[in-house]
């Protein structure tokens, strides 16, 4: 029932000729993390003291006190720079589980993932 109600919900006001693709799964669902991202930067984009930096790798962070280094290469001029913040968040992508592991937290044991699949494990 839930299907179809989504279904219903997903293809309201398109062209019923028009070809959809879709994906179904039991134990979850599919996620856009592009769209997602251009979401969050869009909101952010103008904020006070919000800055968008693209082109930039975080390859190290380190708790320091109740703060956080976080050390950043620029990709497009190979030069690095160091940034303090109080509060990190680390998300799903490819650097994501060294990053986790490299904070040292303790909800960071335990965690694998499969690079194609963006599959995570968790085991205690």
């Known amino acids: 029932m839930l299907l179809y109600i989504l279904v219903g919900i997903v293809m309201e006001g398109r062209d019923p000729n028009e070809v959809v693709a879709a994906t179904r799964m039991q134990t979850g669902t599919d ?3 592009g769209a997602l991202t251009r979401n969050l930067l869009n909101y952010f984009k103008g904020k006070a003291n ?3 930096h693209y082109h930039h790798r ?3 962070l380190e708790r320091e006190g ?3 280094s ?3 290469r620029n990709e497009a001029t190979g030069n690095h720079h160091s940034v303090n913040a109080n509060f990190v968040f680390i998300g799903a992508g490819g650097g994501s ?3 986790l592991q490299k ?3 303790p909800e960071a044991n335990g965690y694998a993932g499969f690079p194609v699949s963006g ?3 968790r085991c205690e």
């Open 50 to 52: 919000v800055s968008i």
């Open 103 to 105: 904070s040292g937290i």
């Open 66 to 68: 109740s703060n956080w």
């Open 119 to 121: 599959v995570w494990l």
């Open 97 to 99: 589980l060294p990053l």
């Open 31 to 33: 996620v856009d993390y």
């Open 58 to 60: 975080v390859h190290d």
């Open 70 to 72: 976080v050390k950043i």
